[in-house]
T-cell receptor, first 114, second 110 residues
Framework: DVKVTQSSRYLVKRTGEKVFLECVQDMDHENMFWYRQDPGLGLRLIYFSYDVKMKEKGDIPEGYSVSREKKERFSLILESASTNQTSMYLC?????????????FGSGTQLSVL | GEDVEQSLFLSVREGDSSVINCTYTDSSSTYLYWYKQEPGAGLQLLTYIFSNMDMKQDQRLTVLLNKKDKHLSLRIADTQTGDSAIYFCAEWVGGFKTIFGAGTRLFVKA
């Protein structure tokens, strides 16, 4: 069964801390994504990666960076966490060889920045 | 610009049919999706429809697409309490771009 695993289910951090959110997929997918989910706003794309060491900004990249050193792992980094980054973060992957862009999601990381 | 809209809440009684509606703006979308998010979980693909189709049926789920009106709906027959979740409408507009709606929270009353 396909799996996208996010390392933490809940995180509580303080303003100004550096935060790492980790995501691993076991499907050999080339594409990986980081979304942010806020009530009433749906999912908004932060960054995506279509290959190792390749990354592209999504719709809301400000305050975030990413790292993809290995195909299976995609990390989201908050260099200096702020309270407005309190949110649910969802990692996803997809196979570009498929007919359509079906996304496979992790369970999410609920981040609280105090 | 690209946008997907859906109502935020729907409440139905167990055993009734649920209909969740969605409108989208980008006419170049090739695939449209319904994702389900159960409490405390990520999104899971429920069903999808290719843009040249009008209808797709999968057991209790029926997807209707009106391309002229850019309207997508998901009908769940014989709704059960286990169907309580947030349902996201999404459209793939090509490349890496999938546009999601805000999600409809379905409440099923026993």
């Amino acid at each position: 069964d396909v799996k996208v695993t996010q390392s933490s289910r809940y995180l509580v951090k303080r303003t100004g801390e550096k935060v790492f959110l980790e995501c691993v997929q076991d499907m050999d997918h080339e594409n990986m994504f980081w979304y942010r989910q806020d009530p009433g706003l749906g999912l908004r794309l932060i960054y995506f990666s279509y290959d190792v060491k390749m990354k592209e900004k999504g719709d809301i990249p400000e305050g975030y960076s990413v790292s993809r050193e290995k195909k299976e792992r995609f990390s989201l980094i908050l260099e200096s966490a702020s309270t407005n980054q309190t949110s649910m973060y969802l990692c996803a992957s997809s196979d570009p060889r498929g007919q359509n862009e079906k996304l496979f999601f992790g369970s999410g990381t609920q981040l609280s920045v105090l | 610009g690209e946008d997907v809209e859906q109502s935020l809440f729907l409440s139905v009684r167990e055993g009734d049919s649920s209909v969740i509606n969605c409108t989208y703006t980008d006419s170049s979308s090739t695939y449209l999706y319904w994702y389900k998010q159960e409490p405390g979980a990520g999104l899971q693909l429920l069903t999808y429809i290719f843009s040249n189709m009008d209808m797709k049926q999968d057991q209790r789920l029926t997807v209707l697409l009106n391309k002229k009106d850019k309207h997508l709906s998901l009908r769940i027959a014989d709704t059960q309490t286990g169907d309580s979740a947030i349902y996201f409408c999404a459209e793939w507009v090509g490349g890496f771009k999938t546009i999601f709606g805000a999600g409809t929270r379905l409440f099923v009353k026993a």
